[in-house]
């Protein structure tokens, strides 16, 4: 269900935004009146999203290298009219699904800098634009794996946890301003990060969510949406699940 202007006069950044729940939520974002910018690795599938999604600007960057961030984040603002209101931040990898003893320290690294390290760039340089314009939203994008952890996922499972305690640290800082800072916690969603589990992890995932299917990309979308807006005024540095009743907290 979209809401008709919801967001008029707004202008968002959305992570990880050429495919998956970022490029959803960014479509939705556009359709109900934002102006959008996609942030993603791949030049090629930013320029087709930006027709699927309606979004006014693409930037392509590699997040865990925060010079990058800090210059996009610079040059996005001022493209999309000088401000800053929303955040999502949605992208991720999921690394490779192997026991700890196993794990490959440059995989470790590399799903550290992008699901973690590259969030927190965002967060970081996002924050003085939105103090400047004395009103922000930002939604960061974690798991249920970083509340429960997954076997065979530590680095993800680790990342994501790390995604939550940033989420409610940041909240706090900025809760006394207009600023709102939450994360959602989904459980698995049927996208192309799937590509990059195997099949084994696909088939535990599922088995843990009681409702007995994965969700969809639109039941995350909305709430991200939800928490984005303005009617989202009272929750700050909260953590929100959609996981098909899975989360046990």
């Keep these: 269900m979209l809401f008709e202007n919801r967001f008029k006069g707004r202008s968002a950044i959305v992570t990880g935004g050429a495919a998956g729940i970022g490029l959803d939520i960014a479509t939705r974002l556009s359709a109900e009146g934002a102006r959008v910018s996609l942030w993603d690795i791949g030049a090629q599938a930013l320029a087709e999203a930006q027709v699927k999604s309606g979004a006014v600007?693409?930037?392509q960057l590699d997040i865990a290298d925060p010079h990058a961030v800090s210059a996009a984040m610079n040059e996005t603002v001022t493209a999309l009219g000088g401000k800053l209101d929303v955040l999502v931040a949605s992208a991720g990898i999921t690394g490779p699904n192997v026991t700890v003893r196993d794990y490959p320290v440059e995989a470790w690294q590399r799903v550290m800098d992008v699901n973690l390290n590259g969030l927190f760039y965002c967060n970081k340089f996002a924050v003085p634009h939105l103090e400047a314009n004395g009103y922000g939203r930002i939604v960061n994008i974690a798991s249920v794996a970083g509340k429960e952890g997954n076997p065979n996922a530590s680095a993800y499972s680790t990342s994501k946890a790390g995604v939550i305690g940033l989420t409610k640290s940041l909240g706090k800082e900025l809760a006394k301003t207009e600023i709102r800072v939450?994360?959602?916690t989904p459980?698995?969603?049927?996208?192309?990060?799937?590509?990059?589990?195997?099949q084994e992890h696909i088939d535990f995932m599922l088995s843990k969510i009681p409702?007995?299917?994965?969700?969809?990309?639109?039941?995350?979308?909305s709430?991200?949406?939800w928490?984005?807006?303005?009617?989202?005024?009272?929750?700050?540095?909260?953590?929100?699940?959609?996981?098909?009743g899975r989360a046990t907290y």
């Design 57 to 59: 600007h693409v930037r």
């Design 182 to 184: 939450n994360c959602v």
């Design 187 to 198: 459980a698995a969603v049927r996208t192309a990060i799937f590509d990059q589990m195997t």
């Design 211 to 221: 409702i007995g299917r994965f969700g969809g990309i639109a039941e995350v979308a």
């Design 223 to 225: 709430l991200v949406c």
């Design 227 to 244: 928490l984005a807006s303005e009617e989202s005024s009272f929750s700050t540095g909260a953590v929100f699940d959609v996981s098909g």
